[in-house]
């Protein structure tokens, strides 16, 4: 199953919804909720977008991806369908788009508002730029509310809160019939994938669609099997996930930016939005995109594969992701020095379907890991 990401948004269009398409991994999702506007996180959009000509225009062909798809969904049919972009400084690439998307689309006649954030990349105990950011939260909010014509609700937040914190037990309890063999590690990926471009009341339903599947599947993972963790900024394609599982190997844990990192942080419910996200950012699960958390991402490694039982990571490369690639080195040497296995593979953007040295090189990595055992 692949997601149509225009189907998807001209259903929200229709329902008379307003869609705000954001760039980075984690934006502020419940307070959009509570001013009644739809997120959409246009990460990943691999399906939807095969070629990037208008892209091409701006961007050099070493940006990676993700950053040259969504300029070309926002550059072309999308531009349409959003009622705003919402950004914030995740790396290097995203925080030079703002200028380049705007521009453009004024030059096409659709401009479109943009909304942003600057989160300090500093460690709280360095340096407190508390007071700043949550300067920054609420003038989001004030940008927002005169835009949309929506007044900020104390009560709407809260329940916003609560509901966004339910689908991430959700997905981590989906994650665990994942690691059971009872559902395919694509299967549960399109899933976290598809409530991006969902409403919020939508979203409890497609999980609990996944998770019943799962448990009432007679597939069960077993003692043959051998736990793997996926890491990267995105879940690999398709084709290489099917040549993990059937080279006999299950995912038992994933460390994926678009997956497990975007639901493993539960900052406590709250009603002040600034007081909320400042916990949520800077409690956040590590991630080379937060720069701060960088010193957590080995010890965050470590318990994930001591909760999971996992006995090695398979590194998912984006191409051209600096941030990732400075750091696959010294987790790798990391895990290698106590006993977990590793493998790095590449994506590039035009990779879906090419992977057959992707499945050669799983399935002597496998084979390696049950010598080993």
């Not at 943009?114 to 460690?123: A, C, D, E, K, T």
């Not at 019939?177 to 899933?191: M, N, T």
């Not at 916990?279 to 995109?289: E, G, L, R, S």
Request: hydrophobic share 40%; with cysteine; aromatic share 10%.
């Amino acid at each position: 199953m692949q997601i149509n990401v225009a189907e998807k948004l001209l259903t929200l269009k229709g329902r008379g919804r307003k869609v705000l398409g954001c760039f980075p991994l984690y934006p502020p999702m419940e307070l959009f909720y509570a001013l009644d506007l739809v997120p959409v996180v246009l990460w990943g959009l691999k399906d939807a977008i095969k070629s990037t000509p208008e892209c091409d225009k701006h961007l050099q062909p070493y940006t990676c991806s993700v950053a040259r798809h969504l300029t070309e969904f926002v550059l072309t049919e999308g531009s349409g369908m959003l009622d705003g972009i919402f950004m914030y400084n995740a790396c290097d690439t995203l925080r030079n788009l703002p200028e380049i998307i705007t521009t453009a689309t004024e030059k096409n006649g659709r401009s479109l508002p943009l909304f942003n954030i600057h989160i300090p990349m500093v460690l709280p105990e360095q340096t407190d730029a508390s007071a700043y950011f949550k300067n920054e939260i609420n003038q989001l909010i004030n940008d927002l509310e005169n835009r949309f014509g929506k007044k900020f609700s104390k009560e709407k937040f809260k329940e916003a809160v609560t509901k966004v914190q339910n689908i991430r037990k959700l997905m981590a309890d989906a994650e665990k019939q994942v690691a059971l063999g009872a559902i395919h590690f694509s299967d549960f990926s399109e899933s976290v994938h598809a409530c991006w471009f969902s409403p919020l009341e939508d979203q409890a339903g497609i999980l609990e669609t996944l998770i019943n599947t799962g448990k009432n599947s007679k597939s069960q993972k077993t003692s043959l099997k051998t736990g793997v963790i996926l890491s990267g900024i995105l879940p690999p394609p398709a084709s290489v996930i099917a040549a993990i599982e059937l080279s006999g190997l299950t995912v038992v844990g994933n460390d994926i930016a678009s997956l497990g990192r975007t639901y493993a942080s539960m900052p406590k419910v709250s009603e002040d939005p600034d007081s909320y996200f400042l916990d949520f950012y800077y409690q956040h699960y590590p991630c080379p995109t937060l720069l701060y958390t960088g010193d957590r991402r080995t010890t965050s490694l470590f318990n994930l594969l001591d909760a999971s039982g996992a006995k090695a990571v398979i590194f998912i490369g984006e191409k051209f992701c600096e941030y990732e690639y400075f750091e696959f080195p010294y987790l790798s040497k990391q895990l290698n020095d106590r006993g977990i296995k590793t493998l790095e593979i590449e994506i590039a953007i035009d990779d879906d379907a090419h992977t057959s040295a992707h499945r050669s090189r799983i399935e002597a990595f496998a084979e390696m890991l049950k010598s080993t055992e």
